[in-house]
């Protein structure tokens, strides 16, 4: 069962056709989240260095905390206390948070999608029979017009 | 890929058509917040001044608590200790969490109605057939009264 | 904008009719969670009260803990240090957090749905075309049969 | 209506059919989450062990924390602090957080199943109002037909 859904996850996420909005977004929004813990992690560094009771003081635990941070766990081992070092904070958690909102979506979408393509199917099915009508009225137009002009061209 | 992303993502919220209730709730619940987050700030120092052990005592100090709160990273760095502190608190969670409930169902809305404008199409296509396929039969009827009354008519 | 948009919140919350499954969903979650947190605050003083180093004492404090456990913003200035007081922090969490799954969920069906409202009242605009388009062929039989009887019935 | 409501939803959960991809995926989640937490709570362990400062040292107390940290409430009792435990709580956290987001999903897209299933149901009057016209202009056509055979058949 897992084997075969990781197989259509990643057949998905590689291929080039079905790559619709929701997962552009879902995806675009990870890998800005990834720049911002990184680039965020550095500047953060920069923005607490020298302040007295500063914590963050190394690019590798800066690493860390945006991690905590970015997935709203914050176990408080790490926290900024500059003013600029909460605005980075703030970054963070707003784009951690905006990303899990994308997936989450992304995520109802393609299940949503899945339930539906069930139903689009049955909606298919209407519109065969919906063909096949059309066509037995045209045939009974054909009997008719046949009925009306055989007696007259047949002598 | 990202610009058009931004670009289209601009255009409906700035552009007054397209606003539907998904995304006027996801903009309210966000505005609610903003307003929560700094007055609650302000009203958590009033609650929480002069408490022995308190912590939230300035301001600028208050709304960066209310950041960390209304995002539930929680680091633990500030955290009101009265009654109507964590009243306050309480409210400012509880906002929080269910703008980004809003914004994570306003996302998933906007994706699925993206991915149903592109079944929409083909259901306007199964509509076009449809009206083809009446005006065919019309076309039929009009050759079968051609039928019954030209013999009558042209002697 | 707000006030309309509240009002037609309440309605749907007080109505009796348009409770869909994902309301009644969404609110017997929020009572659930609301029972956990006075049952839970009440039991984990039970299961903490005279553990050394324990900090949820008292009920008042336990009913604030629970939360800020079940919001997920965690400060830690308290929390349970005995087997049974996890427990029922697990509970708190797993509850809370399913909570607000549900309603955001609930949200998003919410929304969806009133987007499709709009298409629905397309697809019914399409059904009368058709129910149009049926009158308008039953006439062209009515009218063929007067031509093919009115002839030998009026001499 | 809670009672209703929860044989409802163990029927879906034990029942065999109508388990489609969005309640596979959750449960896929949910267990992967469960594996995640129990090998994590260990391997913490091992990768903290001996380190001064440490206070993630034994099992029990790893499990609690794996708990708080994918729940990510994250009080800030215990939590790693070396490289390896710190890649370890990423995964937790990132797993944590992907199924509730896979649940939340999931949630959303069974209550927007609901409704649409009522919204189904107006469809197939819909499509059985279609056949019932393809029958009545078959009855015509039969009608037409006997009116064009009938006196000539008849002498």
């Known amino acids: 069962m897992l084997s075969g ?7 998905t996420l590689l291929g080039r056709e079905g790559r619709s909005l929701h997962l552009k977004a879902a995806m675009a929004a990870t ?3 990834g720049a911002v813990m990184l680039v965020g992690s550095w500047a953060v560094v920069a923005a607490e ?4 009771g500063a914590n963050l003081t190394t690019y590798p635990r800066a690493l860390w905390w945006s991690i905590e941070t970015a997935t709203t766990v914050g176990y408080g081992d790490f926290f900024p206390v500059t003013f600029w070092g909460r605005v980075i904070a703030t970054v963070v958690m707003v784009v951690g948070i905006t990303t899990y ?3 989450t979506a992304a995520l109802a979408t393609w299940f949503v999608g899945r339930e539906q393509k069930r139903r689009h199917r049955l909606a298919q099915g209407a519109e065969e029979l919906y063909d096949e009508t059309a066509r037995a ?3 009974r137009f054909d009997r008719l017009e046949r009925m009306l002009t055989g007696p007259r061209d047949q002598p």
């Open 5 to 11: 859904f990781l197989a259509r996850a990643l057949a």
């Open 31 to 33: 890998g800005i989240l």
């Open 49 to 52: 260095e020298g302040t007295r």
């Open 101 to 103: 909102g994308m997936v």
């Open 137 to 139: 009225l045209h045939a």
